[in-house]
């Protein structure tokens, strides 16, 4: 395996026991986070590598830091200082964020990742204190080879990329979207235990067409409109280019790119990289994931539902053909399977005759397919008349439209059945089509939930109901992992909805039973184990696998073997010959 860094690299000694080699000594070696202990370095440590006199005297266990730290978090004000909390602890030392977010995941992942990451990607220049990753812009885009040489890590296999022109659903957001890619990697980590020194957040800053940003004083980006074209392309291809001939290994996920590139940047680059694009595949396997167990605890199928998506941008269409192939899979055609899906825009139901985003075009219906219903035929039906005619059960949302599932179309879907599907799967919170309480209103308590970012119980005649949360965090890391361990030539379709079907099947065997229909946060380590396990038998029957060696061994047991520890190890500066 390459050295991990010029700085540092994992050993193991003559009797088996593993240790940090450092290539540092004295206070510089307290700057950087991947080898920084704190306190926690022993007095022989601190002799060795030049600290003597740089800390307190006390020597603290990891437990004690990790105590320390989260009596400081509980008592920042508001959620921002949470966060910018926690990234001042990522930016001394990686051992103790991880060590600290994975024993609160619950608590903390809210804080790393959605809804907060929201915030902090709007004011991301404002509260810029430590560079973390990589921008890439047209200024240094030609000097891209040499920006990735010097780079300290030196074998990274998982880079999260966003061009930051749809973040959640607020949109362009410029150079601010590099946090978003910092969260999902800490979620990698403390989620699906990838190495942090093994992984790469990226920004294309490739400008903003959004006037506020260019005209704010604190702007860190650059201050010019969108590339578009062939310029776009051009800065998009020099970064894939320089990461095949640098890392080779290395995996992409693409992140919130707008959806007229999403699925262009997915289709041109999935057969020269492994890549996938986690609002596409991540959101479509766990939309897929959640309705499975939504219909098993109606004690229906997926064959009994008729299904409508609203949002058409790069998370509806990839729910939407997420579910097709679902239906596909439970026996149906794709004709018939299409009869069962409805996807909604702003413009109303997406039809193939007025459709001209060729991404849409697999789920567009025929005109032909409301002639009979009770409305005018000389317009696009709307929301609440698909859902009337169409008898819809199931009803998603990824239009980043506040309150858009009103009362009425609310009730119309209990008027067609007892017990609606009811998922407002945008983020952040403020961009939910429908709060829980109100749907549980409108539906008299039958509904079956399911939000994009948490929400808390709600009290209703009596009755605590929890509410499910769709995060795609209970997808990407553990498909993300496997792809890696496997040194994937591709990401398959059929990774990615073993993947669904993964996560589906844990929450059954583990949650069902208790009404919930995803798991809790706190489970994620161990849904991303099993995703894991199950994508990784998928990636070697397909051919997706480089590493055919590991065909016919333990594939769990290999996998928890390879789960990287936050913890601390000895620390040995490396000596001369």
Known sequence: MPKLSDYFDYRIDADGNAYLQVMLRGSLLLRLPAINKGTAFSIAERVELGLDGLL?????????????????????????????????????????????????????VPIVYTPTI?????QFSSLFNTPRGLTLSVDNIDRVDSVLEHYPMQDIRMIV???????????????????????????????????????????L????????????????????????????WAVVDKFVAAVRKRWPKAIIQWEDFAKHVAFDVLERYRHQIPCINDDIQGTGAMALAGLILACRQKGETLLQQTIV???????????????????????????????QIFVVDAHGLVLAESTIEDYKLPLAHDKQIFQEWPIQSDHIPCLLEVVANAKAGVLIGLSGVAGLFSETIIKTMSANHQRPIVFPLSNPNDNCEATPKDILEWTNGQAIIATGSPFADVEYQGQRYQIAQGNNAFIFPGL???????????ISEAMVQEAAYALAD?????????????????????????????????????????????AGIDLEAYIK????????????YATIG
């Open 480 to 490: 993300g992992f496997a792809a890696v361990l496997a040194e994937c030539s591709r």
């Open 506 to 550: 844990y929450t059954e065997e583990h949650c069902l039973s208790a009404g919930q229909i995803f798991p809790p946060i706190s489970d994620l380590r161990k849904v991303s184990l099993y995703v894991a396990t199950r994508v990784l038998a998928k990636a070697l029957e397909d051919g997706s696998a480089c590493r055919t060696d590991l």
């Open 118 to 122: 929201g915030l902090v990607v709007k």
């Open 161 to 203: 990329v966003t061009d930051a022109s749809a973040i959640l659903g607020i949109g362009d957001q410029g150079m601010g979207g590099l946090a978003i890619c910092i969260g999902k990697l800490s979620l990698y980590t403390a989620g699906g235990g990838l190495c942090p020194f093994q992984t790469l957040p990226v920004n």
């Open 309 to 339: 998506v609203v949002g058409a941008g790069a998370g509806g269409i990839g729910v939407a053909s997420a579910i097709m192939q679902g239906l596909i899979r439970a026996g149906l055609s794709p004709e018939q399977a299409l009869r």
């Open 561 to 572: 073997a390879n789960l990287w520890q936050a913890k601390h190890l000895p620390v040995k």
């Open 205 to 232: 800053d490739v400008g903003t067409d959004r006037e506020e940003l260019v005209n704010n004083p604190t702007y860190l980006g650059v201050r010019t409109k969108r590339l578009q074209g062939e310029a776009y």
């Open 56 to 108: 307190p005297p006390q020597v603290r266990t990891l437990e004690q830091q990790v105590d320390a730290l989260y009596l400081n978090y509980q008592i920042q004000p508001n959620d921002i200082a949470k966060y910018q909390f926690l990234r001042a602890v990522h930016d001394r030392t990686d051992v103790l964020f991880f060590a600290l977010l994975e024993r609160h995941l619950e608590e903390m």
